[in-house]
């Protein structure tokens, strides 16, 4: 049976060419913007710092319904390098549009492809970057479509926000192939081995809804302005965090889903024990202590 997902998919590209170029979500209009050395080079990426201490990454590709290019890629992790390595960035929002997240991969680019040539070349492996590289929290506010590679990259995040009627799916078995960047793992540890495989048996897609009722999102939002507010709103409240101790966090959180409960504990157990020598864990034991508020140093 075909999937739905592209099968709707297919209608919104018949009208791409009625689309008018994206704007930046509507809360980050005022926002200004976030310079880095290679901003000027991208052609479908949108970096700016609405909140104190936030960084907005938004794929900005509106008439592929921010369809996931390798141009596209290379230019967010880019961005997302940019982000990771400016110390007063603390946390990050990375979104598309109101009708797209991101479409999927670009289908037109992968489907010349030979085995040989993607084997080589490491095919679609760079998309995992931001997972590896990217120490701040990241969170996906997600609207509209987040289809096949569009929704690896937002199982990708650390924290996924969406709205009510955005639409997952890993569709990859109607064109006769399956999940290549993570969907097949993240998505089983997500919602358990047996709605990962009906899932991504059949291409079905779930919506916004469904996603926060398995444990996909974290929360889903009635429109697009409340999900971006609540996104850029906990963002703001990571970002007056440690940040010694939020990358912590963070890094425990992940290993729970590379380890066994035994080694993670032990693991998060050192962790633990090695940020008594941070500066910051004695500010805030000393100032809960003296019922003030904290004032991190970030070491």
């Given at each position: 049976?075909?999937?739905?997902?592209?099968?709707?998919?297919?209608?919104?590209?018949?009208?791409?060419?009625?689309?008018?170029?994206?704007?930046?979500?509507?809360?980050?209009?005022?926002?200004?913007?976030?310079?880095?050395?290679?901003?000027?080079?991208?052609?479908?990426?949108?970096?700016?710092?609405?909140?104190?201490?936030?960084?907005?990454?938004?794929?900005?590709?509106?008439?592929?319904?921010?369809?996931?290019?390798?141009?596209?890629?290379?230019?967010?992790?880019?961005?997302l390098?940019?982000?990771?390595?400016?110390?007063?960035?603390?946390?990050?929002?990375?979104t598309?549009?109101?009708?797209?997240?991101?479409?999927?991969?670009?289908?037109?680019?992968?489907?010349?492809?030979?085995?040989?040539?993607?084997?080589?070349?490491?095919?679609?492996?760079?998309?995992?970057?931001?997972?590896?590289?990217?120490?701040?929290?990241?969170?996906?506010?997600?609207?509209?479509?987040?289809?096949?590679?569009?929704c690896?990259?937002?199982?990708?995040?650390?924290?996924?926000?969406?709205?009510?009627?955005?639409?997952?799916?890993?569709?990859?078995?109607?064109?006769?192939?399956i999940?290549?960047?993570?969907?097949?793992?993240?998505?089983?540890?997500?919602?358990?081995?047996?709605?990962?495989?009906?899932?991504?048996?059949?291409?079905?897609?779930?919506?916004?809804?469904?996603?926060?009722?398995?444990?996909?999102?974290?929360?889903?939002?009635?429109?697009?302005?409340?999900?971006?507010?609540?996104a850029?709103?906990?963002?703001?409240?990571?970002?007056?965090?440690?940040?010694?101790?939020?990358?912590?966090?963070?890094?425990?959180?992940?290993?729970?889903?590379?380890?066994?409960?035994?080694?993670?504990?032990?693991?998060?157990?050192?962790?633990?024990?090695?940020?008594?020598?941070?500066?910051?864990?004695?500010?805030?034991?000393?100032?809960?202590?003296?019922?003030?508020?904290?004032?991190?140093?970030?070491?």
């Amino acid at each position: 049976m075909r999937s739905v997902a592209f099968n709707s998919l297919r209608g919104l590209s018949r009208a791409g060419s009625r689309f008018q170029p994206a704007t930046l979500p509507r809360v980050a209009a005022a926002a200004r913007a976030y310079s880095t050395p290679a901003e000027n080079k991208y052609e479908f990426i949108q970096v700016s710092e609405p909140r104190q201490a936030v960084g907005l990454v938004t794929i900005n590709r509106p008439k592929a319904l921010n369809a996931l290019s390798t141009q596209v890629i290379s230019e967010l992790n880019a961005a997302l390098l940019s982000l990771q390595q400016a110390p007063e960035i603390r946390s990050i929002v990375l979104t598309g549009s109101e009708r797209a997240f991101a479409a999927g991969a670009d289908i037109k680019e992968m489907a010349p492809l030979t085995f040989s040539k993607a084997y080589l070349e490491s095919f679609i492996e760079s998309w995992s970057n931001l997972t590896f590289t990217i120490k701040k929290p990241i969170i996906a506010a997600v609207s509209g479509h987040a289809l096949g590679g569009g929704c690896e990259l937002a199982l990708m995040a650390d924290i996924i926000y969406c709205t009510k009627k955005a639409n997952f799916a890993q569709p990859e078995i109607t064109l006769g192939t399956i999940p290549g960047a993570g969907g097949s793992q993240r998505l089983t540890r997500a919602v358990g081995k047996s709605k990962a495989m009906e899932l991504i048996l059949t291409g079905n897609n779930f919506s916004g809804e469904e996603a926060e009722r398995w444990g996909v999102a974290a929360k889903a939002f009635e429109s697009y302005d409340e999900l971006m507010e609540g996104a850029l709103k906990t963002a703001e409240k990571i970002a007056k965090h440690s940040k010694v101790a939020v990358q912590a966090a963070k890094e425990v959180v992940n290993k729970s889903q590379e380890l066994g409960l035994r080694d993670g504990v032990d693991y998060e157990r050192r962790v633990f024990h090695a940020l008594f020598g941070s500066q910051d864990q004695k500010i805030g034991m000393k100032a809960f202590a003296e019922k003030k508020s904290p004032e991190w140093v970030h070491e």
